[in-house]
């Protein structure tokens, strides 16, 4: 069962390092207030236990992302869980950074 969403951290190659734990972990790229949400969700990413630091901190570096301004995320208690949480999040949500990903459904 996935955990309690963490708060808001501010999305910087420092933060990731130090703060976002190393489990199976759906994560949340977040821009700052707009007319539909107080913190809009742009991109949705799922990332292995032992591999999150390491995949937040390559795709910080590796995407022209100025909109993105802070991350948050879900603990998952396994990598499927973490999987479907992930795949019902971008159907829900369709964040513009999940080219691709957004004509997911959701499972059940």
Not at 55 to 84: G, T
Request: with cysteine; hydrophobic share 30%; net charge neutral.
């Amino acid at each position: 069962m996935p955990h309690k969403p963490s708060s808001l951290i501010l999305y910087s190659r420092n933060s990731l390092k130090n703060f976002i734990p190393n489990t199976n972990t759906v994560y949340y790229l977040r821009g700052i207030a707009d007319e539909h949400s107080l913190y809009p969700i742009y991109y949705i990413g799922q990332a292995r236990n032992g591999k999150t630091r390491e995949q937040l901190v390559e795709e910080f570096l590796q995407n022209d992302w100025n909109d993105i301004v802070y991350i948050n995320y879900v603990e998952c208690d396994n990598e499927k869980e973490a999987k479907v949480l992930a795949r019902n999040e971008i159907a829900r949500h369709q964040p513009k950074y999940n080219n691709g990903y957004s004509t997911y459904e959701l499972v059940k």
